[in-house]
């Protein structure tokens, strides 16, 4: 079965530092998003990309967050400026159609914790 | 109100039982439903979509009131197995997913 891949599956970053999360699409999806998780917390959208350009994004997704699509195959979330308050799962998750209910896949996630 | 709203639980059943989650939505979440399972800090999986005529999947069962704007999801013949937190998720008018904080189930031997 077709899987988004992220990596790492774990970061520990110093506050302040920049932090790249990875992920990697599934191959014919057309739309990709992030999502993040505070431990404790309900999932909460970050950020939606269709078409190498941000479709929408949430009040969380400020200016220390960028995202892009470098190559083919990779979909990066950067950090710019890490906070403590961005210590968090963070998912990465494709579709194929904007209805994407069914064709939503997550991937594993990225534990990302900023000491 | 809250988009996607649940009941935390933990609900605490034994094996066997039949266990019952209810959600309730706002307008700006409407556009699809879906229950996610997610096991301890892992990442969300599909369980099933909910249609409006109800649909049943195995042992899970799923409904859709629009009037109340109230979704169920039933599970028969609980497994220990089934122990993970569910959550009720809405997608929006503009495709993005709107996830309620989940309910926890155990389900005890």
């Known amino acids: 079965e077709p899987e988004v891949t992220q990596t790492p599956s774990h970061q520990v970053t110093q506050m302040g530092q920049e932090v790249i999360l990875r992920c990697v699409p599934i191959?014919?999806?057309?739309?990709f998003y992030w999502y993040r998780q505070i431990l404790g917390q309900k999932v909460e959208f970050l950020v939606s990309f269709y078409n190498n350009e941000i479709s929408e994004k949430s009040e969380i997704f400020d200016d220390q967050f960028s995202v892009e699509r470098p190559d083919g195959s990779n979909f990066t979330l950067k950090i710019r400026s890490t906070k403590l308050e961005d210590s968090a799962m963070y998912f990465c998750?494709?579709?194929?159609?904007?209805?994407?209910?069914?064709?939503?896949?997550f991937g594993s996630g990225t534990r990302l914790t900023v000491v | 109100r809250k988009e996607v709203e649940q009941d935390p639980g933990p609900f605490n059943v034994p094996e066997g039982a039949t266990v019952a989650f209810n959600c309730t939505y706002s307008n700006s979440a409407s556009q699809s439903f879906f229950w996610y399972r997610q096991d301890c800090r892992k990442e969300p999986k599909l369980l099933m979509s909910v249609y409006s005529s109800g649909n049943e999947d195995g042992r899970f069962t799923a409904q859709l009131n629009r009037a109340s704007q109230y979704i169920s999801l039933l599970i028969r013949d609980s497994k220990l197995s089934d122990s993970a937190t569910y959550l009720c998720v809405g997608m929006d008018s503009s495709y993005k997913l709107i996830f309620g904080s989940g309910t926890r189930l155990l389900v005890r031997p």
């Open positions: 998750a494709s579709s194929g159609g904007q209805r994407g209910g069914y064709g939503y896949t």
């Open positions: 191959s014919n999806h057309l739309y």
